[in-house]
């Protein structure tokens, strides 16, 4: 299961987490959210202890999701290192383009 992530735990679960994080920006009126979200939390039984899976509500984390730069959704920003190194948004977006951003950073 996906953990929910908020302002409060972002810094410990995704910038100093050990292993590369997927963050999944989603909202409950998203209905491209709503459809991607099974998908994405599939991923962690695939990859295991090699990605972890994040959430955030962006409706419930606003500033937060300004100060990433998170303006649509659906948005899913990758961390490697603390680091953000990929993000894909957009309605159009397919679980198979999220794995394949998520396989380039667990290399």
């Not at 972890?52 to 300004?66: E, G, H």
């Not at 957009?90 to 951003?101: D, F, H, P, Q």
């Amino acid at each position: 299961m996906a953990i929910e992530v908020n302002a409060d735990t972002f810094e410990k679960e995704v910038v100093q987490s050990g292993v590369p994080v997927l963050v999944d920006f989603w909202g409950p009126r998203c209905v491209p959210c709503l459809a991607l979200m099974p998908h994405v939390e599939g991923l962690e039984g695939k990859y295991g202890e090699k990605l972890k899976i994040t959430k955030i509500d962006a409706s419930k984390n606003r500033r937060l999701c300004l100060n990433l730069k998170v303006l649509d959704l659906p948005t899913f920003l990758f961390y490697k290192n603390g680091k953000e190194v990929n993000r894909l948004r957009g309605e159009t977006l397919t679980i198979e383009e999220i794995e394949e951003a998520a396989k380039k950073i667990i290399g």
